[in-house]
């Protein structure tokens, strides 16, 4: 789509017209769509992943969903209306919904219980290391090559990592590097695993399955908001004294996602020094989790103050804290499950938490276009002190099931 053609189709502006703030303001809520169409499909997308990798495995399970969501970016430098951008985006969010389920079942595999915390903290860190790449690549691509540019390029480096992962990984047991005393080491705190197979309405009976969906629900579509908006809050926030453009932002995005890797990292580790201390998983994950929130809550002075430097800070904080509560999130699928549904469970989460997404991305940029960013950063503030609440009515305390149990529902 070129510039001409975006601002004639989507803005219903002449060519070399200056934009106006209502043509701003009409990006805002056509942003807010396309990026509730992806939205969409991922929450489709966790679904059908999850319930596909427990029965095809992680390798090959994930091996498609790679496929899927690198074609989708590629064929994003194609598209030539709004409608397009849309099911580029849709195709994009289906493909990319496998991330997750994989990555959870491939820690729950590899990771005796214990260490899973740190182990998704570290698994956490590294999806945002993509991230970093882009907001220092991403910029020079486009003022050097076009917009078109970093979607093939980004692209085509998804179909690099298909070969690395069909290559080199491997279930415990199938690899020949691993000694018996290792295998030992990470199967020495599980159950032996029963391969019956559970529906997603069995695992929607559980208590442990809404405890995680609502964690996923209220938190994700805070992360998602992050993503998206904001390089425009930067970019077009009057109160702050420095804005950012495409030669920019690359620096502030740097730091705000390197803090994020760290906050992911730390509060794993957090929680795998509670539990060597002795503390219970329960009280291990869940003050952890209150940690996590309580630092996010200051965020909603980002939309008043004037410093970007404070802005940045408070973001960077809410963001790391983020990460904190996700990697502590994503251990409740292979906490409380055996092994053989953990993907599935992680799909019925994901969906939740990107049915979230979708219903803040249609309403975020109108919203903003209203009366500013503030409420979006007080929805922000309030959202994981909420969720906490409500998970530990939910479960007070953190019990797994075991797989006799679902073997005798089965019957």
């Known amino acids: ?15 070399d017209a200056l934009l106006t703030k209502e043509a701003t ?39 498609i969903g790679i496929m899927v969501w690198s074609l989708a970016g ?36 590899w990771f005796p219980r214990r260490e899973r915390s740190f182990a998704n903290g570290l698994f956490n860190a590294g999806a945002n290391v993509g991230i970093i790449l882009t907001a220092l690549a991403v910029p020079y691509l486009i ?12 692209g085509a480096l998804g179909f690099l990592l298909l070969a690395l992962w069909w290559f080199t990984y491997s279930k415990p047991e199938r690899n020949p590097k691993l000694s018996a005393d290792e295998l030992a080491y990470i199967r020495s705190d599980e159950e032996e695993i029963s391969p019956i197979k559970v529906s997603w309405g069995r695992l929607l009976g559980y208590k442990q399955t809404w405890a995680f ?101 408070l973001i960077a904080v809410a963001t790391a804290a983020h990460q904190g509560w996700s990697a502590n999130m994503y251990t409740f699928a292979s906490d409380l499950f055996p092994k053989n549904v953990v993907a599935s469970v992680t799909g019925i989460g994901g969906m ?32 994981y002190l909420i969720a906490l609440g409500i998970i530990h009515l939910i479960l007070p305390k953190l019990e797994p099931i075991k797989s006799e149990e679902l073997i005798q529902e089965a019957v």
């Open 1 to 15: 789509m070129t510039d001409e053609l975006f601002r004639k189709e989507m803005l219903d502006l002449a060519p």
């Open 25 to 63: 303001d009409r990006f805002k809520v056509l942003y807010g769509d396309v990026d509730a169409a992806f939205k969409f499909a991922y929450a489709i997308g966790f679904l059908i992943a999850g319930w596909l990798i427990d029965r095809i495995g992680t390798k090959r399970g994930f091996s």
């Open 74 to 109: 590629m064929l994003t430098a194609f598209v030539g209306n709004i409608a397009g951008l849309r099911w580029a985006r849709a195709l994009l969010g289906l493909g990319e919904a496998a991330n997750f389920p994989s990555s959870i079942k491939t820690i729950s595999e």
């Open 143 to 154: 003022l050097h090559f076009g917009w078109r540019s970093s979607f093939l390029v980004t």
């Open 213 to 313: 969906a609502v964690g996923k629900f209220m938190a994700d579509p805070i992360w998602w908001f992050y993503m998206s908006w904001l390089p425009d809050f930067f970019n077009s926030n009057d109160a702050l004294d420095q804005k950012l453009d495409l030669k920019s932002f690359g620096i502030p995005f740097l730091i705000i996602y390197v803090v994020s890797d760290a906050g992911s990292i730390f509060f794993g580790w957090l929680t795998t020094q509670f539990m060597n201390l002795g503390w219970s998983a329960n009280r291990a994950r869940k003050t952890t989790m209150l940690i996590c929130a309580l630092c996010v809550v200051p965020i909603f002075f980002a939309a008043q103050t004037s410093s970007l430097t404070i802005a940045i800070a």
């Open 352 to 383: 939740f938490g990107a049915v979230g997404g979708i219903l803040l991305a249609l309403l975020a940029g109108r919203i903003i276009t209203a009366f500013g960013y503030l409420p979006m950063f007080i929805i922000a503030s309030c959202a």
